[in-house]
Nanobody, 115 residues
C-alpha cells in the first residue's frame, strides 16, 4: 500500500516562511510527476506547483517567485518552500504523485497565515 504523508504545516505571520514535505512510502518502483495543491475554506482545490521526474517545475501565478518546489528521488520526497507568506495562502495543502499508473494523494496539512 503506497502512502503519501505531508508534514511541516502550521501557523505563521504574514511575511514568514514554511517548508512543507511529503514522503512516499510503500511498494514503490518509480515516481513520476509530483505536485502540491491547496484548498481554502469554501473554495475548490487548486494547483500550487508541480515537478516532473526530471526536475522541470511549474507554478501557479499566485505563488511564482515566492514558492519553490523540489524533490529528492532517492528519498521519494517532495518539498515546498514557501516564502513571503500571505493571508491568502491559508489553506490545507495536499501533495500528490504519480506512482506507477495511479495518482496518489496525501491527507493534507494545514497552513494558516495570520497576524
Amino acid at each position: 500500500q503506497v502512502q503519501l504523508v505531508e508534514s511541516g504545516g502550521g501557523l505563521v505571520q504574514p511575511g514568514e516562511s514554511l517548508r512543507l514535505s511529503c514522503a512516499a512510502s510503500g511498494s514503490i518502483f518509480s515516481i513520476g510527476a509530483m505536485g502540491w495543491y491547496r484548498q481554502a475554506p469554501g473554495k475548490q482545490r487548486e494547483l500550487v506547483a508541480t515537478i516532473s521526474s526530471d526536475g522541470r517545475t511549474s507554478y501557479a501565478d499566485a505563488v511564482k517567485g515566492r514558492f519553490t518546489i523540489s524533490r529528492d528521488n532517492a528519498k521519494n520526497t517532495v518539498h515546498l518552500q514557501m516564502n513571503s507568506l500571505k493571508p491568502d495562502d491559508t489553506a490545507v495543502y495536499y501533495c500528490n504523485a504519480v506512482i506507477g499508473v495511479l495518482l496518489k494523494w496525501g491527507q493534507g496539512t494545514q497552513v494558516t497565515v495570520s497576524s
